[in-house]
């Protein structure tokens, strides 16, 4: 009884431990809201106020969020809960990840309880407390946290059925939740039940009782899922089309060898020991997936599976080797994201060989009070080494993550309570409150979930109150009303006339968004007219003149896929997208040409001789300049971000330019404005999409 009442306050002081962890700072740390997130919080409200998710889908089985994919209900449909009762906002939306992945913290101590004993759970408890890989997406609010939870509970009662308990039909009810919780269970939760059921065919049929009505359970379970994704068949598997790197259009040996590889990089020691996952919003730079303390007792742990007779053994590393397959079909190769699952596995194994250790010293040892003797020194020198570990990645995490972590799209989109609490307050005295487009991942989440909008206005008026834009997209917005933008520093280079209301800084000192009152923007040459594609193959169209730039052909010629003729090209940002333009030129590469050269012609009209400047920029790619026929550059220039400017000498009247550009691979276009010598806008210049004799190009191809 006293061994049992200090098991027991052991569990309870490792799950205080467990959520103390998880529950600290979790409204600040890590730092900012990612828009997933951000999603996931949002369509909690929504259900929780009025029975409806963002689209206005009454309590809908899957979740579609951003017009992109499904969400998967269980984490939403559990976080209405802390949502209801503390208001949304990052803490109560991330408290939802911090209790299931408490709740697995007490889950595998009864697993381990079940496989073998309490000291095992309670050292599987304790090493999934502390684990980097577990505790840091128990602080982020992503679906991925309840699949673990689902699994273990589901594995204990399979366990305890391998042992003689009727508990057959539960596990099916809880492995069958498992498709509802995160994409990857679809193939890992149906394999692992395959590789039991053969292990296990004889018992299975010995009980068929129990076995068909386990059947029954996990089919009832499912079906949901299975109607959903049959009146769904693209929408439903639309995640996993989009982040699969291998398609049956390949040859399948190299994806046999490219699935092998990417299978290894999930048991490196780079993923599991040095470097974790790449991806910054998934693991703390330079920190593995598991502490170093694991590794000796995880392959110790394996040992002790291997060489054990009973099969409930095989079940775990059956686990273990299922874990990275899901995720090795997938992009982001090795994604602790998507291999989650194997969290809670390697934790089980290392807590089964660090017992296995303290069961073989006991034994070496011989008697009983030197065995307990022997065992606590052992116990206190593990802790002496884990300690430090443990404290460096704490510190690691609550110091130096957030500065690193935080900001960009890439990070966890720092910036958005503060642009949102700050706007919100200045709207009064504005007739438009905006939101760049620029660098950004689903911006347009944020308003709804800082505003806390009700899901009902927002479906009757659709209007976010803010437009989430482009700056450069100039011909969606007019200046000639009061404005307020949130700003990525370098989207103010193309305002003249602006007043900063403030900067939004990250915790690494990083300026995420400069929200200002914007009044004048740059003049940029828009109006073009376009001719191609001509060939650039190996770069070989550098240095041709396909056309003659003094004489402009004004009827069809001769292109590298057949006839081509000036046309004018739309009018929508500053920057001349070719790509885009000739996207319909290249039958090798439609949607993109490469490979391409390509002429691009307007008529600036100047009200008198001056003396100007041509500045340009655009991407990497090699650009020639002609006005009125003479060379502006006696040789091809390469363009990029950085401005190149040119001395012109405009006439009074209409003057004739001309750009061509020739692309490799990748992005092409360009931007052009003419200035004065300080780089100032010339009011008295405009520009028209008409070639030199002024006749107009044909209108746009629709």
Excluded at 20 to 42: T, W
Excluded at 139 to 144: G, P, Q, S, T, Y
Excluded at 296 to 312: I, N, Q
Aim: net charge positive; charged share 15%; proline share 5%.
């Amino acid at each position: 009884m006293e061994r049992k009442r200090a098991q027991q306050v052991a569990l309870l002081v490792v799950v205080l431990a467990a959520a103390a962890l998880r529950i600290y700072q979790l409204r600040d740390v890590p730092a900012g809201l990612f828009c997933d997130e951000a999603g996931n919080g949002y369509n909690a409200h929504a259900l929780a106020t009025a029975g409806m998710d963002e689209n206005g889908t009454r309590f809908p089985l899957f979740i579609w969020s951003f017009g992109v994919s499904y969400k998967n209900p269980v984490f939403i449909y559990a976080a209405t809960l802390p949502v209801k009762l503390l208001g949304l906002d990052e803490f109560s939306i991330r408290l939802t990840s911090a209790l299931f992945g408490i709740g697995t913290v007490v889950a595998i101590f009864f697993l381990g309880r079940a496989l073998f004993n309490a000291w095992v759970g309670l050292f599987a408890a304790i090493l999934l407390s502390l684990c980097p890989w577990h505790l840091h997406f128990s602080r982020i609010a992503f679906e991925l946290i309840a699949f673990p939870f689902l699994f273990v509970i589901g594995m204990t009662l399979l366990v305890r059925f391998t042992q003689g308990r009727r508990t057959l039909a539960g596990a099916m009810f809880f492995f069958g939740l498992c498709v509802y919780a995160y994409a990857p269970a679809y193939l890992f939760v149906p394999v692992f039940l395959l590789g039991f059921g053969l292990l296990y065919l004889r018992d299975l049929w010995r009980r068929a009782r129990e076995t068909l009505l386990a059947v029954v359970v996990a089919a009832a379970t499912v079906a949901p899922a299975g109607v959903f994704l049959y009146h769904h068949p693209q929408t439903g598997t639309q995640y996993f089309r989009a982040t699969t790197g291998f398609s049956a259009g390949y040859d399948w040996r190299q994806q046999a060898e490219r699935f092998v590889f990417n299978y290894q990089q999930f048991f490196s020691r780079s993923f599991l020991f040095e470097h974790g996952d790449p991806l910054v919003r998934h693991a703390v730079r330079d920190f593995g997936e598991l502490l170093p303390f694991y590794a000796p007792f995880l392959l110790l742990g394996v040992a002790v599976m291997l060489l054990r007779r009973d099969r409930v053994s095989k079940l775990v590393l059956w686990w273990l080797a299922l874990y990275p397959v899901a995720p090795s079909l997938m992009t982001e190769i090795p994604s602790a994201s998507r291999g989650f699952i194997g969290a809670a596995a390697f934790c089980l194994l290392a807590a089964i060989g660090l017992a296995a250790g303290l069961r073989l010293l006991g034994w070496l040892a011989r008697r009983r009070r030197l065995a307990l003797a022997v065992q606590t020194a052992a116990l206190a020198a593990a802790a002496y080494v884990l300690g430090p570990q443990v404290q460096a990645y704490l510190r690691a995490y609550f110091i130096e993550y957030p500065k690193y972590s935080a900001p960009t799209y890439g990070g966890f989109q720092y910036g958005y309570r503060e642009v949102v609490q700050y706007m919100e307050s200045q709207r009064p005295n504005y007739d438009l409150l905006m939101l760049t487009a620029v660098e950004v991942n689903q911006p347009q989440i944020f308003p709804l979930f800082y505003n806390r909008v009700d899901p009902r206005e927002w479906r009757a008026r659709q209007n976010l109150g803010y437009m989430v834009l482009d700056p450069s997209e100039y011909s969606r917005y007019s200046m000639a009303q009061r404005i307020l933008y949130a700003l990525r520093p370098s989207d103010l280079d193309l305002f003249t006339d602006y007043t900063e209301h403030r900067k939004v800084i990250a915790p690494g000192g990083q300026v995420e968004f400069v929200i200002a009152e914007v009044r004048a923007r740059k003049r940029f040459l828009t109006d073009w007219a376009g001719l191609g594609v001509f060939d650039n193959q190996d770069n070989q169209g550098v240095g041709r003149d396909f056309i003659d730039p003094t004489h402009l052909p004004r009827a069809a010629i001769a292109g590298a896929f057949g006839e081509i003729t000036w046309t004018r090209i739309p009018q929508q940002f500053i920057r001349v997208d070719l790509n885009q333009f000739f996207s319909r030129s290249h039958p090798r590469y439609q949607g993109n040409p490469e490979w391409s050269c390509g002429y691009a012609a307007t008529t600036v009209q100047s009200a008198a001789a001056t003396a100007a400047f041509l500045e340009l920029t655009g991407s990497d790619d090699t650009v020639q300049i002609w006005l009125n026929g003479a060379a502006l550059t006696p040789s091809p220039i390469a363009l990029g971000a950085a401005a190149q400017r040119r001395p012109l000498e405009l006439r009074a009247g209409s003057n004739a330019l001309l750009l061509k550009s020739c692309e490799s691979v990748g992005g092409w276009s360009f931007t052009a404005r003419i200035t004065d010598a300080r780089g100032r806008d010339l009011p008295e210049i405009s520009a028209a999409a008409t070639l030199a004799d002024g006749a107009p190009a044909a209108p746009p191809s629709s």
